[in-house]
Nanobody, 115 residues
């Protein structure tokens, strides 16, 4: 079976950087579409970024230019580099894998940005 585990969250000051990691065990990672989502308290879970075998995308206008998604197929890991963090980035960040036949979620990692 395929499992996802996120890490790298924490409490940081506004303007700081964090890199979130998601390690994927099992399956053929290189073929998966990997995604990062986030959910702030009282808000809907929103897509943040996607990494396909061919391209990477960042979706919210609020994070474009600050967040970057990348992957390391040899390590079966996907990353979300977050720069210039702002309080509005505070959320639980989730790793998601589209296996082609199923969707899997990690447990989430908390990112808190203090102003």
């Amino acid at each position: 079976q395929v499992q996802l585990v996120e890490s790298g969250g924490g409490l940081v000051q506004a303007g700081a950087s964090l890199t979130l990691s998601c390690v994927v065990s099992g399956g053929t990672f290189s073929s998966y579409i990997m995604n990062w989502y986030r959910q702030a308290p009282g808000r809907e879970r929103e897509p943040v970024a996607t990494s396909t075998p061919d391209a990477n995308y960042v979706y919210p206008d609020s994070v474009k230019g600050r967040f970057t998604i990348s992957r390391d197929n040899a390590k079966a890991m996907v990353y979300l580099q977050m720069n210039s963090l702002q309080p509005e980035d505070t959320a639980v960040y989730y790793c998601n894998a589209n296996l082609g036949w199923d969707l899997l979620w990690g447990q989430g990692t908390q990112v808190t940005v203090a102003s």
